[in-house]
């Protein structure tokens, strides 16, 4: 019996179930409205709520809270400065699930999740930095060396002698023990 074993497991380990709904809060809270799954929507939507609540009290140890909850600290930065003081009067309910019909490619049931009276958000921009070029670790670039010389063009390339087959060596004639 499952009592007291709430959640859906998603097909998925419980790593690979808490890193998903990291990352669906992180978007979600990027873009203010998400197109997933059904079930993935009611997961996110309890994940969501708690983090809205997080950020309404407002304190140090709730931001850790929501940091643990994101990959992003510009997020939750977001979080606590715009998106908490719009629901400063609500209790509850931050985030609506409107279904819009089965997915094409394997009839799974899709939903949009927003925030309830959600006004537009800037996209985060994040700064990313420019990688260095590539470099191959593997093949092992050698300094220039000196330059050599160039060496005189050979005159015509002599045939080498046939081989000769070897004699063979004499055989050595097996020792006999000397009877007493």
């Given at each position: ?43 996110l939507q309890m ?134």
């Open positions: 019996m499952r009592h007291s074993k709430s959640g859906r497991k998603l097909g998925r380990s419980y790593s690979h179930r808490k890193a998903l709904m990291k990352n669906l809060a992180t978007s979600f809270f990027t873009h203010g409205r998400l197109r997933v799954t059904l079930n993935m929507a009611k997961e994940v969501a709520d708690h983090m809205v609540t997080l950020a309404k009290r407002g304190d140090l140890h709730a931001r850790r809270q929501a940091i643990s909850m994101t990959y992003d600290d510009k997020v939750v930065s977001r979080l606590f400065s715009e998106i908490a003081p719009w629901y400063k009067e609500r209790q509850g309910g931050y985030t609506r699930i409107m279904k819009i019909g089965p997915r094409p490619g394997d009839n799974a049931m899709m939903a949009f999740i927003e925030l309830v009276d959600r006004k537009p958000l800037g996209e985060i921009k994040t700064v990313v930095k420019p990688k260095a070029p590539f470099k191959n670790k593997t093949k092992k670039v050698k300094p220039e060396a000196k330059a050599k010389p160039e060496a005189k063009p050979k005159a015509e390339a002599k045939p080498k002698a046939a081989a000769k087959p070897k004699a063979a060596a004499p055989k050595k004639a097996a020792k006999k023990d000397d009877k007493k």
